[in-house]
């Protein structure tokens, strides 16, 4: 049962069960004065105190307090305890005055004057309470930004290992290097060419790691030397085509992300149509988003298409650097394409 009450849930109760046991005993043992309405003033305290600090928790996450850098919430959680201590002495005051359980001294005082007290005490504790709850998700906030960097720096290891193996493997480089060595004699320029276009290709691989985002021409680039490479060996088979729009370029996306749809949609779309077919690469931007989109001739019909590293690894990479800020899908269009679509967070440069 106590698994399922949640850790905020068990501190508040918790805290209050402590903020009763504290004013119980001094009631008992400083206490100058007999109050005969003390246990329900202090149940009354409780009640509000649970209810406001839970309606605070909630301004708090809703107007977004916790994302703010370090001196702003210092700055929020002064004011947002100020504020919320006038409304606790408020309630709290006008209940005690209403229902006649006010001490003798505190009748001698004026509504406004009591709630003043009322307030100055309440936003000690409330501070208190708001230190404890910023406190503690700071400090996970801290933890989980860590473990998110190491599980992104080993996700872009795994990633540059496979797609190094994906590109040296035996399959690849022999269809590269027939394909060169069918044009040494035929047309040595665009042999060389070819061969500058492998080795950007295998380079870029192993420049993965160093870097978490990339500008999106420089990973154009990678991907159009792939292409030109395919190419070669799919002649006409191959149509590409692009639609960029300039203005993105400058964009930073996660390296090799572009690259690895593209093999994807090579693998599983062209290299499976007996008539090859169309690779279209699409960046621009939309709803406030930069949407990078590959579209291949195919369809969705093995789990090969979706659940391939390549797949997976986007998803994953996109989860850990843009959290829900970016998204990522792949669905059938116009019945003989597939759409593999990322949208990605605007960056302001």
Not at 107 to 122: C, D, H, Q, T, V
Not at 133 to 146: I, L, N, Q, S
């Amino acid at each position: 049962m106590i698994k399922r009450v949640s850790a905020y849930w068990l501190c508040q109760l918790g805290g209050w069960s402590g903020y009763i046991l504290v004013n119980t005993f001094f009631y008992f043992t400083i206490r100058t004065k007999s109050s005969p309405y003390f246990f329900q003033s202090l149940f009354l305290d409780v009640v509000a105190g649970i209810a406001i600090t839970h309606l605070m928790r909630a301004f708090i996450k809703k107007s977004d307090q916790l994302s703010y850098e370090i001196r702003r919430q210092i700055v929020y959680m002064f004011f947002t305890t100020l504020f919320f201590a006038f409304i606790y002495a408020f309630i709290i005051t006008w209940a005690d005055q209403t229902l006649g359980w006010e001490s003798e001294l505190m009748r001698e005082y004026s509504f406004w004057n009591k709630m003043l007290r009322a307030s100055f005490g309440f936003s000690l504790f409330l501070l208190i309470w708001n230190f404890i709850y910023f406190t503690y998700h700071y400090v996970e906030k801290a933890r989980k930004e860590t473990l998110d960097k190491i599980r992104l720096e080993s996700l872009v290891k795994e990633l540059e290992l496979k797609t190094i193996k994906s590109h040296i493997n035996p399959h690849f480089i022999f269809n590269a290097l027939n394909s060169i060595r069918a044009l040494v004699d035929e047309n040595p320029e665009r042999a060389r060419t070819a061969i500058t276009e492998l080795s950007n290709i295998l380079r870029s691989s192993m420049q993965a790691e160093k870097l978490e985002t990339a500008p999106l021409e420089r990973e154009l680039n990678i991907v159009k030397d792939y292409l030109e490479l395919e190419h070669i060996r799919f002649e006409d088979r191959l149509k590409v085509e692009y639609d960029i729009d300039e203005d993105t370029l400058d964009q930073p996306v996660p390296p090799m992300m572009l690259q690895t749809l593209v093999e994807n949609a090579i693998k599983h779309g062209i290299s499976k149509q007996v008539n090859g077919g169309l690779i279209k690469i699409i960046s621009d931007f939309r709803n406030d988003q930069h949407e990078l989109i590959v579209q291949n001739t195919g369809s969705l019909g093995t789990t090969a298409n979706t659940e391939g590293f390549g797949i997976v690894s986007t998803q994953n990479r996109l989860a850990l650097l843009y959290g829900g800020k970016a998204n990522f899908a792949i669905s059938n269009k116009n019945g003989n394409m597939v759409e593999a679509k990322v949208c990605l967070p605007v960056m302001i440069l």
